[in-house]
């Protein structure tokens, strides 16, 4: 298999990252650790087993739950979300739903029409 990468599929395989890429529609519950990139289209359930962040990307869509660690937003998100760290909404952000988690931060431009709650 080659790759445009400068680094070997042998050590590539193990950096420990998912990608759901734009254009991508993906329904259905995952299991995941490590990052955790999102730039398609997904929908149900995302748990965590490890740590890990997850990134919904300025042109990513998730509806659903997510229960994980820290988690940024740039692009949509609709549904529950439950992070031991932190949550964050960038300017461009549409989130609308329940936030529960350690430290939320909301920048300006991110539009929110949500229920947060912090935990210890």
Partial sequence: ?????????????????????????????QILSGHVIIAGHVEGKITFEKQGQLVIERNGKFIGHIQGDQIEIAGEFSGEIYANGTVVLFPGAIVSGKISSRKLSIYPGALADIEAHTID
Avoid: T, Y
Wanted: no cysteine; hydrophobic share 40%; proline share 3%.
């Fill in 1 to 29: 298999m080659s790759s445009n990468l400068n680094i070997p599929f042998e050590e590539f395989k193990h950096l420990g990252f998912s990608i759901f890429g734009e254009g991508n529609f993906f329904k259905g519950d």
